[in-house]
C-alpha cells in the first residue's frame, strides 16, 4: 500500500456526482475544493428553486433531493468556490476560473471532472426562432423559476425527458398539444421491461404515462418536427412520420420545446488529452473510465453523466465509487476497504446500467434526421452555417470535422461546436459513407466560452497606458 498522499483535489461540476464524490473524500481526509458555475450546488436535476417556483411549483423529489445534497455539502469540511466557471486549463492541469471576484488560477492537482451533460439538437427548417427552446431549457424554466416556456406546448424529440417535461407542463397548468417523439412503440415496450430492475424510475414512468393519457395528448411515435412557422399568436409546426414522410400533422402551438437527448460534457476532458471513444448506442463522444473513473491520464478521474449518460441514480453511485478509487490510489484506504466500502454501490450499478443502456437507443433516435435536413436549413446557428454549404465542402473533399470547420467555419462560433457538432458529424459520415470516429470531433479550444472583455482587460482607461516620450522634432 502506498504512503498516503494529502494532495488537494478539485472537483468540477457540483451536481448529484460531483457533490456526492466531493464529500465522500473529503470525509477520506482529503482538502477537497468544489467549483460550480451556478449560485448554488445541486446541478440539473437537483437545480435550486427559485422562491417563486417553491410555492408555483408542487412538492417533488428533485427539491427534496437537492435541498439534501445541499445541507450535507454545508456540513461537510469541502470548499465550495460557486458562481465560478472553468474556461480554461493547462496541461499540468492548472484551472483557469472566473467567478464573481474576477479571473484566478487553481495550481496543479487531482482533478474529478464531474461537469455533466449537454442537451443535443438535430436542425429543422425554423427551429432557430426564439419560440422553440430544448427540452432540458424548457425543465430548468419550469422547475427552477416555476415558470411555463408557454401556455400551449408541443414537446418533441426523444428520450424519457420528453414525458418529463410534457408531465412538468401539466402540472403547471399548460397545455400540451401533442408529444412527437423519435422512438418507437418498441423500444419503449423493450424498455419498459427492463424498468422493472429499477422499480423507482418504473414507478415515475407509470405515474407521468396515467397522466398524459388522461389529458388526452395525442403522441406521435417514429415522428419529427420538419418546420416550425411564426404565426400572430405563436407557432405553425409540423409533425412528419419517419417511415411515411408524406402523412403530416399540424399544430398550433405558443411554443415548442425540442431536444434529442443528452451527450456527456467533454470540453474539459478533451482539452486534458484525456483518451475518448464514440459510443454507438448513445451517439455520442465520451471519455474512456474504468467503473470507478479512472482515465488515460492518472490525475484525472470522470464521473456522472460526464462519464456517460446514465441518470440520477447511477451518477450519485458513480460519484461515490470515484471517490472511495481516489482514496485508494491516493494510499488513505487498501484495496480489501475500497471492495468493502464500494461492493453494494458496485452491484447497485451494474444493475442500474443495464437499464441506462436500453435507455441510449430511445434518446439517439433522431440520429438520421441530420443526415437529411433540408439544404437551407442552419445547421451551425452561430456562424449561421447551412446544410449546403457543409455538403458543398464535404462533397469538395473535406472528410473530417476539422476540415468542415475550417472550410466553412461550422463550429468556430461561441458554443464551440456544442449544438452543431452532431449534426455536422451525421452529414459527414452520411455522405462519405464513413463512421464516427473517422469523422472525429472538433478540437477543444480554450477559453471554453467567451469571456467578458473586462474581465481580461482589468480596469482602467487611457491616463494609465503607458506612453513613450515623443520623438524629437
Given amino acids: 500500500m502506498p504512503s498516503p498522499d494529502f494532495s488537494p483535489v478539485t472537483v468540477i461540476g457540483g451536481g448529484i456526482a460531483g457533490s456526492t464524490a466531493a464529500i465522500a473524500l473529503s470525509r477520506h481526509g482529503l482538502p477537497v475544493t468544489l467549483i460550480d458555475e451556478q449560485s448554488e450546488a445541486g446541478g440539473q436535476i437537483f437545480r435550486a428553486p427559485s422562491p417563486y417556483a417553491r410555492q408555483t411549483v408542487p412538492p417533488n423529489h428533485e427539491f427534496s433531493g437537492g435541498d439534501t445534497l445541499r445541507g450535507k455539502l454545508a456540513a461537510s469540511d469541502v470548499t465550495v468556490r460557486l458562481g465560478t466557471r472553468v474556461w480554461g486549463l493547462s496541461p499540468s492541469l492548472t484551472l483557469d476560473l472566473i467567478g464573481s471576484d474576477g479571473m484566478s488560477q487553481l495550481p496543479p492537482s487531482t482533478v474529478v471532472v464531474a461537469n455533466g451533460a449537454t442537451e443535443r ?14 427540452l432540458a431549457g424548457a425543465s430548468i424554466l419550469m422547475r427552477n423559476g416555476g415558470t411555463l416556456p408557454g401556455q400551449t406546448v408541443v414537446v418533441a424529440g426523444s428520450g424519457p425527458l420528453l414525458f418529463s417535461v410534457a408531465h412538468q407542463v401539466l402540472e403547471l397548468g399548460g397545455k400540451v398539444a401533442a408529444i412527437v417523439d423519435a422512438g418507437s412503440r418498441t423500444d419503449w415496450f423493450r424498455l419498459g421491461a427492463m424498468l422493472a430492475l429499477d422499480p423507482s424510475r418504473m414507478a415515475q414512468a407509470l405515474s407521468w404515462m396515467r397522466q398524459l393519457r388522461k389529458a388526452g395528448i395525442p403522441i406521435h411515435h417514429r415522428s419529427f418536427l420538419s418546420s416550425a412557422q411564426e404565426t400572430e399568436s405563436g407557432l405553425l409546426l409540423t409533425v412528419s412520420e419517419m417511415d411515411h414522410p ?21 470540453l474539459i476532458t478533451r482539452s486534458a488529452g484525456v483518451q475518448h471513444h464514440h459510443d ?10 474504468d467503473v470507478a473513473g479512472r482515465t488515460s491520464r492518472p490525475d484525472l478521474y470522470v464521473t456522472g453523466d460526464a462519464a456517460g449518460i446514465r441518470g440520477m441514480a447511477v451518477a450519485r453511485l458513480r460519484g461515490l465509487v470515484t471517490a472511495h478509487a481516489l482514496a ?8 480489501a476497504t475500497y471492495e468493502s466500502l464500494t461492493r453494494t454501490s458496485r452491484r447497485q450499478l451494474r444493475r442500474l446500467d443495464a437499464v441506462s443502456r436500453r435507455m441510449l437507443p430511445l434518446m439517439n433516435a433522431g440520429r438520421e434526421l441530420a443526415a437529411s435536413v433540408h439544404d437551407d436549413t442552419i445547421v451551425c446557428r452561430c456562424e ?8 458543398s465542402a464535404i462533397h469538395s473533399g473535406a472528410k473530417d ?4 470547420k475550417a472550410w466553412t467555419r461550422c463550429g468556430m462560433g461561441p458554443c464551440q461546436g456544442r449544438m452543431c457538432e452532431d449534426s455536422a458529424r451525421n452529414l459527414v459520415t452520411a455522405t462519405c459513407k464513413s463512421t464516427p470516429e473517422d469523422a472525429g470531433n472538433f478540437t477543444a479550444r480554450m477559453p471554453f466560452f467567451p469571456l467578458p472583455l473586462t474581465s481580461v482587460t482589468g480596469t482602467f482607461d487611457y ?9 524629437p522634432l
Avoid at 439538437?121 to 430544448?134: A, D, E, K, L, Q
Fill in 280 to 289: 454507438a448506442l448513445g451517439g455520442y463522444l465520451e471519455p474512456v473510465t
Fill in 328 to 335: 485508494q490510489d491516493r494510499g488513505l484506504i487498501s484495496s
Fill in 246 to 266: 408524406q402523412r403530416r400533422h399540424l399544430y398550433a402551438a405558443e411554443t415548442a420545446a425540442c431536444g434529442y437527448g443528452l451527450k456527456p460534457s467533454t
Fill in 401 to 404: 470535422l476539422n476540415q468542415l
Fill in 121 to 134: 439538437f438535430f436542425p429543422f427548417p425554423g427551429w432557430t426562432t426564439p419560440r422553440i427552446t430544448g
Fill in 463 to 471: 491616463a494609465d497606458i503607458p506612453l513613450p516620450k515623443a520623438a
Fill in 384 to 391: 449561421r452555417v447551412t446544410a449546403a454549404t457543409l455538403r
